[in-house]
């Protein structure tokens, strides 16, 4: 198996788990995907935006960005392209769907991307397009002014 195919599948072995730990809260599962040393960011949202160092730290910002807003809403996740698998990367553009009650629709592009060491991830980016903003403070402001979405 090449190297691309390798970080490819091993991505697609994380967002599956991803998918299993979201709906039975088991987040050890999601540990043997990430570096000790692993940095999460999130960039492109002044809402969301931050920066989170370790393993540990970056699995307890994911799982409280998902109670708090994900688990709150009706989401589904897809992508949206192709993934580019780069010597240590694999990026993935896609969106992810909110509706909550009788809601709109929110959807939120995002392009994902993974940098491996040894098989690990060593840097998780969640880029999100600028024009995410507006729609998400709109939409928050008129469907779930009671959540307080963050990662940190």
Not at 36 to 59: F, N
Not at 94 to 118: C, F, K, N, P
């Amino acid at each position: 198996m090449s190297p691309d195919a390798t970080l490819l599948q091993r991505f697609v072995e994380y967002a599956q788990a991803f998918e299993k730990t979201y709906v039975d809260d088991d987040w050890t599962r999601l540990e043997p995907y990430f570096a000790p040393d692993a940095v999460y960011r999130v960039v492109g949202s002044t809402s969301w935006d931050c920066e989170v160092r370790g393993r540990a730290q970056v699995l307890a910002a994911i799982r409280k960005f998902v109670n708090e807003f994900d688990r709150k809403c009706t989401r589904t996740v897809r992508p949206t392209g192709a993934p580019l698998v780069g010597a240590d990367s694999v990026r993935v553009p896609g969106v992810a769907t909110y509706t909550r009650g009788d809601s709109d629709e929110l959807a939120l592009h995002i392009e994902m991307i993974a940098q491996y060491r040894d098989g690990l991830i060593i840097r998780l980016s969640d880029v999100f397009p600028a024009e995410n903003e507006a729609r998400v403070r709109a939409w928050i402001e008129r469907w779930a002014p009671d959540l307080q979405p963050s990662y940190t």
